[in-house]
């Protein structure tokens, strides 16, 4: 007869005793118990997890730095941005105006503090109206079918194709002095159509998975499905869409106030370029253009820093080359070299004696008689 294998716990004198439940029934169970399901904020928290890349890391606290000098600004600048001290005209860096003064005697130091509430609030608020235009379309357009899918398609195709300077030069000048709202607007409306192609194409690879299939047999309405299911697998093209628009219009309200389309009473970084330019400090009043140009390249860095990172993450083959090279700095290796350096791992000691090489096994040649003969 066969007795059922039973499990439990061990007994003090280390025999076995028995829990009443035979080890079949108890895979059993342990098998039919369903995983557990993510919630919204789980998906949430991890689609998030492309800013734990040190490169995110560092574009985030520069990109947090100037975010803060353009909150802090009244508090942060020594004197007002259109003040003047007539007795320091075109002055180089001094312990009172630490980079230096304009023309008629404008503390450029103040100036650029100032400047970067302007430049911050039209990136902002033109990658966030370009986000959203951007997730509405392209993801709607990526996931319903037919004539619809392709009319938002040719939409976005238009606003590829529509140059967005010449357009926000027509619109500016509408106005004797557009607000920095206005310019976001215009930002944002031409800056949109990029980001939605790319998230309709990921939208119609996750069409056809198999949890976005089990949520519409289930009956979920679209709103839950794209809210829920298919945004937070999205959100590190989101994340990249929004830092690309970010780096375009900062570029771009800069140029356009560079070239004077911008009125001067908005002052932001192209705005100091623009009267350096036009008062002739180039080359030699340095401290009055250096700075806004490092600004310029600083933010540009930093959010090129972000969108390296969230590259990384999205890539599976850049994300594990650099947890690789992460692990090797850790280890003291250079990622660089060409040869991997291998760590020599000494043999314990045995008393066996060493084997003895095998006796090598020489092979003899007869010679015949006729060739004894030659």
């Known amino acids: 007869m066969t007795v059922p294998t039973t499990t439990g716990s061990a007994a003090p004198d280390g025999s076995p005793v028995a829990s009443g439940m035979p080890e079949t029934a108890t895979l059993r169970t342990a098998a039919s118990t369903p995983p557990e399901r993510k919630t919204f904020w789980t998906q949430l928290v991890q689609a998030f997890a492309m800013f734990r890349n040190p490169k995110s890391i560092a574009g985030l606290i520069i990109l947090g730095a100037f975010v803060l000098v353009a909150i802090l600004a009244p508090w942060l600048s020594p004197y007002a941005p259109t003040q003047k001290d007539r007795s320091a005209l075109r002055q180089p860096p001094s312990f009172e105006h630490w980079l230096g003064t304009t023309h008629m005697g404008e503390d450029v130091l103040s100036q650029l503090i ?60 509408q106005f004797e002095n557009p607000p920095l709202i206005v310019i976001a607007a215009v930002l944002g409306l031409t800056g949109w159509a990029w980001g939605a192609r790319v998230l309709r194409a990921q939208t119609m690879s996750l069409r056809n998975r198999d949890f976005i299939q089990a949520a519409r047999a289930n009956g979920e309405p679209l709103r839950r499905i794209i809210t829920v299911e298919m945004l937070p697998n999205l959100m590190a093209l989101i994340a990249s869409s929004f830092v690309g628009t970010v780096t375009a219009a900062v570029l771009g309200l800069t140029t356009l106030a560079f070239i004077g389309v911008i009125p001067v009473s908005n002052l932001n970084w192209g705005t100091i370029l623009f009267w350096a330019q036009q008062n002739g400090a180039f080359p030699r009043l340095w401290w009055w253009y250096v700075p806004a140009g490092l600004c310029i390249a600083i933010i540009g860095v930093a959010l090129s820093l972000i969108n390296f990172g969230i590259d990384e993450y999205v890539n599976p083959r850049l994300r594990s080359a650099g947890e690789r090279a992460r692990a090797m700095k850790k280890k003291g290796l250079n990622v660089n070299d060409a040869v991997t350096a291998v760590r020599t791992v000494p043999l314990p000691s045995t008393s066996v004696p060493p084997k003895s090489d095998p006796p090598m096994h020489t092979q003899t040649t007869h010679a015949s008689p006729t060739q004894n003969a030659e």
């Not at 430049?119 to 079918?145: D, E, N, P």
């Open 114 to 173: 100032y400047g970067t509430q302007g430049v911050i609030v039209v990136g902002f608020l033109s990658a966030l109206i370009a986000t959203v235009i951007a997730i509405t379309v392209g993801v709607i357009s990526g996931y319903v079918r037919g004539w619809k899918s392709e009319s938002l398609s040719a939409l976005t195709n238009v606003f590829l194709v529509i140059p967005g300077i010449p357009l926000i030069i027509i619109v500016a000048s």
